[in-house]
């Protein structure tokens, strides 16, 4: 296995170990299993929540003998984490991997198994920094592995499915769960229990399973303002925080989250992008005495951060806190000056905002 990512034990179950025989006729799929519920277990069939990660992927694997029928299967076990715990050595790693995976000719595309709690954030860098037009599929589930009606078979069915479709190439990296196909850029978890809790309100959804068909409402698209990042030598990613804003916000939390090592920071705003003025002064001075990045996003679900003349603040546009976090971590682990880091944001922000705030500089 490659080791360019230091001390991040991965292990390989090869196509020759994962199926008895392989079928020259099925695409080439490749997993890449992290834990999440997905790989949960409980102590009961009823038991839906407090359940333990623990599935590898080969059993994964043998809980859908039908991805056989579509597809031959390896798969990399990179972690087993609830997905609270994924950090950047695993995304490191996941990147790295999967550069080197889809350069194959042999492979249709990749799946990527994961908790759904910060699934967004891993498909949303997964999409930043992968090279390839060719599918890259986030999957998790909301019930455990033994639960009654347990969804995760199905949903490793359809990624593996979507992963080797034709017409899933070109769309960049693939939310899915539930039926619903959506882009790794606008699909959020919106709610922290139902089976029903990832997709986008505005943005809408790239397509949707029938009978385990992906079909999609669009040709092939990409995001606005895609940035590709190449990764190439980069060993770790610089600390950014996510500050929290509320009435009554403690105005010393910019300066506290420089000192413990932020490298950049993201505000969840209230409204679009806002902030108390007692925090907002606090803010600036942290800013003009470090010149520490700060992205304004919006605590609220969705919404449009514009800049405001003169701030310190880059406006996140329409990304929320935490892709606003992977977007601006990117940035900074590339060595963007702030300046190149405010482009990187603009370059998504509708085209007539862009260039007003290009005037303005
Ligand atoms: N449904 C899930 O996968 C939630 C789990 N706590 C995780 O994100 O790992």
Redo the contacts with the bound molecule.
Sequence with gaps: LPTAIPDHPTTLFTRQDVQSAINASLPNVTIFAT????ASQGTSNTQTVGYSVGLGVQQLIDAVPEILNISNIAGYQVSNV???SINETILLRLNELINIELAKEDVAGVVVTH????LEETAFFLQLVVNSTKPVVCV???RPATALSADGPLNLLQAVTLASAPNAVGRGTMITLNDRIGSAWYTTKNNANSLDTFYSTEAGQLGFFINQVPYFYFDPALPVGLTQFDLTGVTDLPMIDILYAHQDMDPGLFNSSVVNGAEGIVLAGVGAGGISARASIAAEAVYNATGVAMVASHRSSDGFVPSSEGGFAIASGFLNPQKSRILLQLSLALGYSNEEVADVFAATYPAPVAAAMRKRR
């Design positions: 834990g999440g519920t997905i609830g997905s609270g908790g759904t709690d910060t998790g589930a909301m």
